[in-house]
């Protein structure tokens, strides 16, 4: 079932680019200080209509493992969490701690790379010919003190509505309901998904939009490879302008990169995110374990809940690294 | 307003600990294996009354800022958090960073420990007598390669259900509605503030406990001091029966510390915690940013609210990090 | 014994340093690909000489320490060392390494900014009007990759020759051999110093300098204070071309910033640095320890000997710890 | 030329582990509180007439790089140094700096396994059934805080000296002087390197010890495979009566692991690191790079120079980085 898409065109890039911009930018629309984007679409109304989709009151965690066996290999210093401690049980019971009367105690320390797991991309994060969110000098907005204007910390409370779970991967995948390496969803494909999963997947404006491939549950089988910037199914180039009339307010995926690897043009770096990103002012999530709540959203036939999703507010980060919550 | 509580001989702080543990302990109570401790006490049902809370759909960040302008000072090696960046945007201006098409892009690394900030305390970051939660040896559960058994991974998702304020600083405080350096809070003081905020303010079985005290509030205005382990207003040790009988899920305040400081024992170190933390298996939240929330409770009287306070599970941490949403 | 420099227009800060560097520029004195600055200044002959400077083979570090315990404060992100360790003794003994037939193990990670204690300042640490070394570009030599060109590892061999060491603190200083903070070291004094010390002290091509004020040895009675850019004797802004003239390899001193603070002109930040890091392409050492060496060389009488102060090369870095290595 | 080593009963390795500690162990040789193990063979003497090798002048460093393209995978958490940037020259480019009179700066920070690289293991880095250097007690000594008694600053200022390089690599390899990996140095071949060597390779007490191998110039050409914890050439276990003997200070060589991989016996983990850290106090040097220095050795004949290897003086470290310098 791969469809070519209309749209576009492999041999001129740049132009691809700017033409799909030309037709998705959000630049303007919430005004010259907006440092929201796309959450912008969420209202409290639709959270206080998401909190009725709760009926069974399960929550599910949507969070990859944050630990030293991730898929990181490097790219681009990323590395895998470094989780150290700065007090141990084994140090407790050798008596070498000093606090009165039997107590011990344990604590911990960190080091990671803020997108090595389940994560937010910010607007911050990608950069289209210089420029960022609502057409910002890239160089003015993000230094080695971070991002100034559009870190995570000034969206910190707005990642909470409705979530809505397109299973392509159940709907147009193989046996394990997984679409293979390379695959691109497309409109299409996401209609296709829709019509297949029935009227709880209606995809709309503010709606938090997770698309699940099973890449991530392929890993969970035959160890992580080439996950982490590999060949991977992801939304195809040609799926921006359908983000955008649906005006959903992010979308995340259980792939490294969202997109589909190899990239659809020949030469091109993660095309998709290059128009999104900077223009839309969409967030994209990545890394996201969606096995779990697949499995229920298949098990009840619904495909809508109740989504938390708050972003670590690292002051100034250009992502972020969350556990979200999904509620049925 | 100060309450001389009956049953803390301050003359024996062991005694005084063993004894309190004596009866609050939740040692076996949800069998050998267990790891969630009082998260035990949430149930489906009551996250999905929770959800019913919600009223309005104003959704609400309570974390603190994660960056180099928090309290820290190194107390047992605890900065603040380091956050640099591996990618700019003045680095994509200057035409270094070779991707194709216009794209550029930033990224961004953090070292920080685990409870720098607004934090989950997990049950294997406390022990008493050698011994962590449900009775096992420290020093079998917590080695450097962190928390084996009870890592904050184990309980991911289960930090959801009802939310409730006691804004003790409100009620009990000054002219700020803020409690002084050195209040403890006792059972008393927690009955007086149910009672002043009237009925969503009950506490049960099962739901995650917010207790204010101002502190934080105080530190906007007049500069960090010495709020990372200095003198603080928080719960007095005498408060572990109260927290025992009424079956909290956890329970959270806006200071370091939790428990009042100077604690109440001559010579002693966080006595509650030893007392809640690893015979209770109750999950402590310091460092919350409780003021948008309590000024918006105060407004409407409502004082419960669903609360999705989803810790980032590093695999095998004893504390983590977290962006706690509340929503009403 | 305080000399106003003659040369030092304080009203205009911008001008005096232009003027400055307009007489000690050393850019393309070793090429256009130069990327050692003043370390050309040591041949192979001079570390020959060196060597012959040993009479008794006492060897002297002059490092500071590198723990949580040292006197960084957070300026600029600037941490002490946080130290963690991967393995413990402790876990060896709780037996839960794993390891066969009795071995155990300790391993250790560290996560520290590369100035955070004794350290060379590398070419790439400072800009003049955007100009790197040699009139390179800043933007085009100092990424976020790090510095492309003049990264401490492309000198990592060439700290090796002879130290010679000014005690103008124990020559100018009070009882304790110690100047005050704010004192400015110009060329009187360092010629002052000179002539005290006597014939080994003769400054001159190549040769490694150490400055000592005695500040760091007043840290370790009193405490650091504001060790890390508070008051601080150190160099005068107009000791530049007495550097220059004498054509030293390198300059070290036992301050956190080489130069006098507060600065000499009303407003200013390190202009000393701004001329020699990127004009003169002069290596410039901070924070070292210079107290035991000094108290030997003033027992002796003898002010040279060998210098080994091999930076620790982090590729691409603009700075390096190290732990200097004297002689005698 | 592979010698089937006498005394290595393959049987029991726990019994051929205590009876070669039974005869090497040098516990108590140096007094109770010793911290200094073998480095207390070395003495101003042998530094004086180390110095007086120095016939050139010329400097040698002997560090591998530090950075994220070295051989790390990961292997207990041991991950490449993550070099980041606090400022950057694209920054000051920016205009983002705020510095005045046109100085811009850089500033970096690094988060790096101690032992990632050229490295010294400390005396606290391994233990032999539980007991530390001179017989101490593991738990007592390396806790989480780090190595309280044998930290790598006790001895910062000791490993100066005469270094000697075992050419074995080149005396005993392939066509590109480099031995096979699980190749095992075993005392006979060390002592024919000596004489093919000649006079200036004689090893003696107090000698820093340079083993070459020749794997690492192997990673030069052809990528570093399995360098970290893979096969390779090493030392043979029955080595360190050899070592024992001949009283070395200290002894490096340019593998990962010291050691032949995989060990000698069927099973075990690094038999000799069991022997010489924890029973002879010997201080071990990983990861060098001695391909120049052998180069130029080889090319003089001349295989004994001043050895100033100074470990970066991290504050209870158990293993340390280091830039080691030779001057031939």
Redesign the interface.
Known sequence: MTVEPATLDRTD??AA?AATVARVSNWGRWGEDDVKGTLNLI??????????L????????L?Q?????GPQK?W???????????????????G?QG?????????????????CSTQWDGL???????R?WNGR???????????SRTGI?TV???F?GRGVLLDVGRVLGDGFGELPDGFAITPEHLDATIAAQGDTSRVGTGDLLLVRTGQYGRTRREGWGEYAGGPAPGLSFTSAEWLHERDVAAVATDTWGFEVRPNEFD?????L??VVIPNMGLFVGEMWALEELADDCAADSRYDF?L?A??????????A?????A?K
Chains 1, 2, 3, 4 share one sequence.
């Open positions: 890039p740049e680019i209202t409290d109304e639709h959270r206080r209509a998401a909190a009725g709760v009926r069974r009151g399960r929550s599910f965690s969070a493992q944050f630990s030293m066996d490097g681009r210093r990323r590395t895998n969490p470094v989780h150290t401690m700065l007090d141990t049980g084994t140090d407790a019971e050798a070498v606090f009165p009367h039997g107590l011990g105690g344990a604590d911990d320390v960190v080091a990671m790379p803020l997108q911050g994060h990608i950069f289209d010919h210089g960022t000098r890239a160089g003015e907005v993000v230094t080695s003190l971070g991002d910390e910190a409370s707005d909470t030469v091109a770096f993660q095309p995110h290059q109740l938390v708050a972003p670590l507010p690292v002051t100034g980060a250009v992502g690294p969350l556990n979200p919550i509620v």
